[in-house]
C-alpha cells in the first residue's frame, strides 16, 4: 500500500500570501547567493524572476519551492513557516502546495505520458485507477489527450514540456514554479507554453516563472529582476499596484515573425 502524505498543521488565515520571503540570505561557504530578499507573492499572480546565469535565480527557487532552508530570514510558503516544520511535514507542504517545472523534462524513458503524469501522485495514498483518471483530465487539460499513451521518444520537446506541466499541476497546487520552462524549446514551442502558463494562471493557478529571457519577462504582469544576489527591481510598487505589462500576445508575435523551426 503506498503511504499516505503526512498531514500539516493548520495555517493562519485564508487571505495569506502564497510565499513570503523576508530578509532571505542563503551562502554556501563563502558565496554568498541570495543577500536580504524581501519578496511576496500573492494568491492568483503570475510574474517573472528575471536574471543572468549567478544572479540568484536558482537559489530563490530553492527556497521558495522549500527544497532548500535559507541561512537568514524567514520563509512562510501558503502561511507556514518553513524553519517551524520537520522534514516530513515539509515534504507534505511541497505535495500540497508547489509544483515544479522544470528545464529539462524528466521523463522516464519507455514510460507512457498517462503514467509520468500520474506517477506525479505516486505518494498521495490515492489507488492507481484514481490517479490515471485524474493523470488524463490533467493530459487534456494541456492539450494532450491525444498522446495519452506516447512515450518519451514519440513526443516533441513543447509536448514533453506539456506532459511535464500536467504532471505538475495534477493535484491543483496553488503555487507552481517554472524554471526556465521554454529553456530547451525552439521558439513557436517556447510561446505555446507560455500561453499554457497564462491560462493556468487564469484558471486560479499562482505561476512563478524562473527565466534569463527578458522578453518572457515583459510579458507577464510583474517582473522581479536578481543580480548578484540582490532583488534590484519589482514591477509591483509599495501599493501593491503593477505597472503595465507587455501584451500578453507579443510574444507569440514575435515568434510568428521568426523563421521556421522544425519540431524535434
Not at 56 to 71: A, E, F, H, Y
Not at 138 to 158: F, I, K, T, W
Not at 208 to 226: G, K
Request: proline share 6%.
Amino acid at each position: 500500500m503506498t503511504p499516505a502524505t503526512p498531514e500539516l498543521p493548520a495555517a493562519p488565515a485564508t487571505d495569506r500570501p502564497v510565499v513570503e520571503l523576508t530578509g532571505v540570505s542563503k551562502a554556501y561557504q563563502d558565496v554568498v547567493a541570495l543577500r536580504g530578499a524581501d519578496l511576496v507573492i500573492r494568491r492568483g499572480e503570475l510574474l517573472a524572476i528575471v536574471g543572468p546565469s549567478g544572479s540568484g535565480k536558482s537559489t530563490m527557487l530553492n527556497i521558495m519551492g522549500t527544497l532548500d532552508r535559507p541561512s537568514a530570514g524567514r520563509v512562510r510558503i501558503d502561511g507556514h513557516d518553513v524553519a517551524d516544520l520537520t522534514d516530513r511535514e515539509l515534504s507534505a507542504l511541497r505535495a500540497e502546495t508547489i509544483g515544479f517545472v522544470f528545464q529539462q523534462f524528466h521523463l522516464a524513458f519507455g514510460v507512457p505520458a498517462l503514467d509520468s503524469v500520474a506517477d506525479g501522485l505516486l505518494y498521495s495514498g490515492r489507488p492507481r485507477g484514481e490517479r490515471r483518471r485524474l493523470a488524463e483530465r490533467a493530459l487534456r487539460r494541456v492539450g494532450l489527450g491525444h498522446r495519452l499513451y506516447h512515450e518519451p521518444h514519440q513526443l516533441s520537446g513543447g509536448e514533453k514540456q506539456r506532459v511535464a506541466i500536467a504532471r505538475a499541476v495534477l493535484g491543483d497546487p496553488p503555487l507552481l514554479l517554472a524554471d526556465e520552462p521554454t529553456g530547451a524549446l525552439d521558439s513557436r514551442s517556447g510561446a505555446v507554453v507560455i500561453e499554457l502558463l497564462h491560462e493556468l494562471h487564469e484558471a486560479g493557478t499562482t505561476v512563478v516563472v524562473i527565466t534569463h529571457d527578458r522578453d518572457i519577462a515583459a510579458t507577464l504582469p510583474r517582473e522581479v529582476r536578481l543580480k548578484d544576489g540582490r532583488i534590484e527591481h519589482d514591477s509591483v510598487a509599495a501599493d501593491g499596484s503593477a505597472s503595465f505589462p507587455a501584451s500578453r500576445s507579443a510574444l507569440v508575435a514575435r515568434d510568428a515573425l521568426a523563421p521556421q523551426e522544425a519540431v524535434q
